[in-house]
Structure formats: structure tokens, C-alpha cells
């Protein structure tokens, strides 16, 4: 019993120090943009007949939105950290 409540302290006092990192607008927009569009895909795709090209394409711009959004948050930190 006391190895338990000894990890529930350490796993609050773990949560208690993460710092918390502030993203930009557009790469929030972007990520969540990306994750709507590829989960809608193959939501639609589920009930609707969509052709191949079409669903390819789109879950290809979903998956580019994700990315860029990534690359925004990544070029953010580092911008964060990086100033002299």
C-alpha cells in the first residue's frame, strides 16, 4: 500500500512541474483543421461513395494541415528559446 500512494505523490508532483508552452493561433488552426479533415474523410467515406483520387486528396490535405501546424509549434519553441 505505501509503494502506491508514494507513486500517486511523485506522478502529482511530476504534473505540478511541466511547464506549460503557449502556441501560436495558426498552428492550432492548422492542426485542428488537419485532424477535422482526415477524420471527416473517413467518416464521409464510411456512408458516402467517394472515388479514390478524392479521398486521397483530401486526406492528403488533411495530413499536410497536421504538418504544418507541427512545423509552426516546432518553429515557435524554437524561437522562444533561441532569442539573444
Known amino acids: 500500500m505505501t509503494s502506491l500512494s508514494n507513486q500517486k505523490v511523485y506522478l502529482q508532483l ?11 493561433k495558426t498552428a492550432l488552426v492548422c492542426l485542428f483543421l488537419g485532424m477535422l479533415v482526415t477524420a471527416g474523410v ?35 519553441r524554437m524561437d522562444r528559446t533561441c532569442k539573444v
Open 42 to 76: 473517413l467518416i464521409l467515406s464510411r456512408f458516402v461513395a467517394i472515388s479514390d483520387p478524392l479521398r486521397g486528396f483530401l486526406t492528403g490535405i488533411g495530413l499536410a494541415l497536421e504538418i504544418i501546424g507541427i512545423i509552426k509549434i516546432d518553429r515557435g
Open 14 to 24: 511530476n504534473l505540478n512541474n511541466m511547464k506549460r508552452t503557449k502556441f501560436t
